[in-house]
């Protein structure tokens, strides 16, 4: 029996087989116990008294000496159910109170509101944080420049992205530049004439995504976090998608 989901309750590996040792044999001395679970009379009395502290362990005396018995593992599912409790007490501060006051720490804009990534990892990142960011958005809508030499790369790592988009209720708005491009379902397309080199664009939540290849198709990419920034690009965009 695996009992490693247990560490999920802030129980430790020794705390467990004393546990488990303590329920199979019944009230015990710390002798037995720690014959059974072969852990040393000193760390076993420690872990005793944690395990007392934790609610799943009481003791009786017996004589002059303390024999020790173990709670019903029903006692295990009283402990998920507070950590529960106070795990959804913690989202909601954090939501509603803690990220917030962090946020306003932060300075409006520094070099950690851009990042670089390579290679399809990046690629992938960039995708999933596109997915991640406006599935939480009230208007699941994200806007796309780009450019028909890239296409054949782009979900190269993340082949499934416009199957999870359609599902979450994700929509894109792209200019393309140059022919070809495949219809898909939450998709509006329009085309402007032109090649350019191998770029994509992504303007979605505070961020502009960028996307280019390099040398034997390497993909290079860029993140920019800034409302100033992805305002000003959806501006240009709604301009450019207004006039074709």
């Not at 852990?39 to 009786?60: D, F, P, Q």
């Not at 399809?120 to 030499?149: F, H, N, P, W």
């Not at 999870?164 to 329009?190: H, N, P, S, T, Y």
């Not at 303007?203 to 860029?222: E, G, T």
Request: net charge positive.
């Amino acid at each position: 029996m695996n009992l490693s989901a247990l560490t999920h309750l802030g129980l430790t590996e020794r705390e467990i087989a004393i546990y488990q040792s303590l329920l199979e044999l019944g009230p015990s001395s710390i002798r037995d116990l720690a014959d059974k679970s072969a852990v040393n009379r000193g760390s076993t009395y420690e872990t005793l008294k944690v395990l007392a502290n934790k609610g799943i362990v009481n003791y009786l005396p017996k004589g002059k000496r303390r024999v020790f018995q173990a709670e019903s593992p029903d006692k295990l599912l009283d402990i998920a159910e507070q950590k529960r409790q106070h795990l959804e007490q913690t989202l909601v501060e954090l939501k509603t109170e803690i990220i917030p006051g962090l946020n306003q720490l932060k300075p409006e804009f520094s070099s950690g509101n851009v990042r670089f990534y390579e290679g399809d990892d990046g690629v992938e990142m960039v995708l999933r944080d596109i997915l991640q960011s406006v599935g939480k958005q009230e208007d699941k809508t994200y806007c796309v420049i780009s450019t028909s030499a890239i296409r054949d790369h782009l979900y190269r790592p993340f082949p499934n992205f416009t199957k999870l988009r359609v599902q979450k209720g994700i929509a894109v708005k792209v200019l393309a530049i140059g022919e070809g491009g495949e219809d898909a379902q939450l998709a509006q397309r329009k085309w402007m004439k032109g090649q350019g080199d191998a770029s994509y664009i992504a303007i979605y939540a505070s961020k502009v995504a960028m996307i280019s290849l390099a040398k034997n198709n390497y993909p290079v990419v860029v993140v920019i976090d800034s409302k100033a920034i992805s305002g000003t690009q959806q501006m240009m965009f709604d301009t450019l998608w207004g006039a074709l």
